[in-house]
Every structure is written in C-alpha cells, then in structure tokens.
C-alpha cells in the first residue's frame, strides 16, 4: 500500500456519483477517504480536517449541491491553507469560484462516466507520486487470482501513459495480466481501470 490519500469532498446528496466516479480508482494501491463514509449523515464534518492533513490531494465534486455546500467550500479552503493540492470535478466551470476559480477540471458527465474517471485518473497521475517503488516508476493494481483452489497474487501493472490508455479505451482494446500459479487471463478497461472478465485456460 502507498502512502498516498486522496481526500474526496462531496454534498451529501452526491454519494452515487462518487461511488461511480471511484469505483475502480478505490482498487488501487493508495487510500481514498470519501466524507460521505467518514461521519454519519448530519453530523459535523469539522472533525475530517485530520483526513485533508494526512492527505496528499483533495478531490472536490462540484455539482450544483458541492459548489453550494458550507462543509465542500470548508474543506476546499481548509485544504488551500494546508498547502493540499485540490482537483474539481464538475459538470460545469461556472460552478467554479473562490480558491477553484480558472482551475482546470475534471469534467463530469452522467452520461459519459468512463471519461470522467479518465481525467479523473490522469490528474491523479500527475500529482501523486508514482504507487510503485523508485525502481519501478509506474502504477500497479494488486488483486488475488479469483480462480477456484488458486488464491495467488496477480499484479496488473499500468506503465503506458494516458493519452495511450485512452487510445486503446476508444478501439475497444483491453490491458490483462496473467496469473503466474494457474493461468487465469484478467482484462481491465485500459481508460478506467475497471475489471472487464476472467478467462481461465481449459484443463488439458
């Protein structure tokens, strides 16, 4: 597990699209502390500042409700003064103001969530510092084989860029990884990283 946390700041109502928008972000190696998750509905969210110091980024989703919300607008200036760099994901620049104004932003589109979670990860690559170690500057998604009687570890490692992942999203291609104990085929969504389907290798 990295050191890496990502701090996600959200109106209460927008639990959902966070789900959507981290569904697969949350399977790789680094911690995401959702606000929603971290306190009860109605309470104070004043005791989650320790979440944004221990935080390498916050993520701040701004749909209507977010950008009026006095716990999203808090947190966003509390983590301006903690020196923790914050990146907006809203479906609109006009929602963006304050601290956030002329920020560039991850676009969020209900009816186009992979692309969403694209740039969301592509501005996460680029501020957080690579989840492998020194010696292998790439990210990696850890998970076990899921095959029947074989529990081994599999590691999906990402060392293609962005825009290359994205290329291979657009023509339907996929990356996979192979178990090494038993053979099991594991292909992933080159633009989100989301588990796709197994094939595991016929008996001889």
Same mark, same amino acid.
Request: proline letters at 5%; glycine letters at 10%; aromatic letters at 6%.
């Given at each position: 597990?990295? %050191?890496?946390?990502?701090?996600?700041?959200?109106?209460?109502? %927008?639990?959902? /699209?966070?789900?959507? $928008?981290?569904?697969?972000?949350? #399977? $790789?190696?680094? =911690?995401?502390?959702?606000?929603?998750?971290?306190? +009860?509905?109605?309470?104070?969210?004043?005791? /989650?500042?320790?979440?944004i110091d221990e935080s390498s980024v916050t993520v701040a989703v701004l749909t209507p409700a977010g950008a009026s919300n006095?716990?999203? #607008?808090?947190?966003?200036?509390?983590?301006? !003064?903690?020196?923790? %760099?914050?990146?907006?994901?809203?479906?609109?620049? &006009?929602? /963006?103001?304050?601290?956030?104004?002329?920020? %560039?932003?991850?676009? $969020? &589109?209900?009816? @186009?969530?992979?692309? @969403?979670?694209? +740039?969301?990860? @592509?501005?996460?690559?680029?501020?957080?510092?690579?989840?492998?170690?020194?010696?292998?500057?790439?990210?990696?998604?850890?998970?076990?084989?899921?095959?029947?009687?074989?529990? !081994?570890?599999?590691?999906?490692?990402? =060392?293609? &860029?962005?825009?290359? /992942?994205?290329?291979?999203? =657009?023509?339907g291609r996929t990356i996979h990884v192979d178990c090494g104990e038993c053979g099991a085929r594991y292909h992933f969504d080159?633009?989100?990283?989301?588990?796709?389907?197994?094939?595991?290798?016929? !008996?001889?």
């Amino acid at each position: 597990m990295s %050191d890496e946390r990502v701090f996600v700041s959200h109106a209460p109502g %927008d639990g959902e /699209l966070v789900g959507r $928008l981290f569904r697969s972000i949350r #399977n $790789l190696p680094f =911690d995401v502390h959702v606000a929603g998750e971290e306190v +009860e509905r109605g309470r104070d969210r004043g005791s /989650l500042r320790g979440r944004i110091d221990e935080s390498s980024v916050t993520v701040a989703v701004l749909t209507p409700a977010g950008a009026s919300n006095q716990w999203v #607008n808090q947190e966003i200036g509390y983590a301006v !003064a903690r020196g923790v %760099d914050i990146v907006p994901a809203t479906s609109s620049a &006009d929602l /963006l103001g304050g601290y956030l104004a002329g920020s %560039d932003t991850v676009t $969020l &589109d209900g009816e @186009s969530m992979d692309r @969403s979670v694209f +740039e969301l990860l @592509s501005a996460l690559r680029s501020l957080l510092a690579p989840v492998g170690g020194l010696d292998t500057p790439k990210w990696y998604l850890p998970f076990h084989c899921t095959v029947e009687g074989c529990s !081994a570890a599999v590691t999906l490692d990402v =060392d293609r &860029d962005q825009p290359g /992942l994205w290329r291979l999203h =657009d023509h339907g291609r996929t990356i996979h990884v192979d178990c090494g104990e038993c053979g099991a085929r594991y292909h992933f969504d080159p633009g989100t990283l989301a588990f796709l389907r197994r094939e595991t290798p016929r !008996a001889e």
